[in-house]
């Protein structure tokens, strides 16, 4: 009796009866995304390195529903892990939105920069502080900007537009400076919303444009590339510092050569994405340079906000490391 009690006791503070031998990942971004088909690579690789003694549930597409869902589920424990736009956890930890200043990040290899560094290891002891694990940070790439009402050709185009954002305030602080009409959304009402006509656009890389098939609820794209999106691999944080130590090395393992096809792989698909949204019927319309310095010049007040929300410190080592 006294043995049956002592297990369930363990079980409970640790989580080990599953979470040794098979652990549950949820996403919500599309099977044909680069995310998604990396934490396929992932699972392999922790098979390989566990001998098949820790396997992976995948459950990308919002099988397990969106973006917020999962984020609670992996706090909660429901769920091991997630891979999620970093929007998705400013609600919880708001340093995250010190990556999220816009026009901050000239390319990604200054967007990389921070966050596999001193910024990084900030904003991981900072997701510690609330129950998750970081396991490193893919690219969701440069935002683009896209509506089924005209072109953006001027700052004036903004104007009005019911744009979905991500559920960020730094994201949603942006779009009023630029004169827009911000909208905070789950992705998984995304494309609903749109078809209906309840927001008139949104922004997103253009391999989330085409893998959740915007082009068919749009028209009109431009590279505003307003922000450089990060998607961080957290896990729950109980249930991975209650493994065997080799397992959290595999994992660690696995996640770093996932990260690093993941980020190839965006890399090389930015330009045929966009391509392939041309294609569909989208009129491209790229941002004359008048325009971005407009952009900015609209923008610049909302670091300053930033800094309140996220801490001054934090928000100035990521400026630091984006020069």
Known sequence: MKKTVLFFMLAAAF??????????A????????SSSKAMEVFKSDLAKLTASELQVDLFPAMQLGGAKENVDGVRAGTIFMTWVGTAFLSGIVPEMEAVSVPFVFKDRAAAFRAVDGRVGRLLDQKLGEKGFVSLGWMELGSRHVTNSKHP?????????????????????????ALGANPVAMD???????????????QENP???????????????VSDTGHFFDFINIVANKRQ?????????????QAMSSAIAAQRKTAREGDAAALAELRKHGMQFDPVSPALRAAMRKATAGVVDNVK???????????LKEAK
Do not use: C, W
């Open 26 to 33: 949820a996403g919500n971004f599309a099977i044909e995304h």
């Open 152 to 176: 953006i050709k001027a700052l004036a185009d903004f104007k009005g537009l019911k744009i979905r954002l991500q559920p960020n305030e730094t994201h949603l602080a942006t779009f009023r």
């Open 240 to 252: 991975f510092e209650g493994m065997k130590p080799e397992y959290q090395k595999a994992i660690r």
């Open 187 to 201: 992705v998984k009402e995304l494309y609903s919303a749109l078809q209906q006509g309840v927001v008139d656009g």
């Open 206 to 220: 253009y391999s989330i444009i085409l893998a959740n098939r915007y082009f068919e609820v749009q028209k009109y």
């Open 308 to 318: 309140k929300r996220a801490g001054a410190p934090l928000v100035e080592a990521v």
């Open 15 to 24: 989580g080990t009866a599953q979470a040794a031998d098979k652990i549950r």
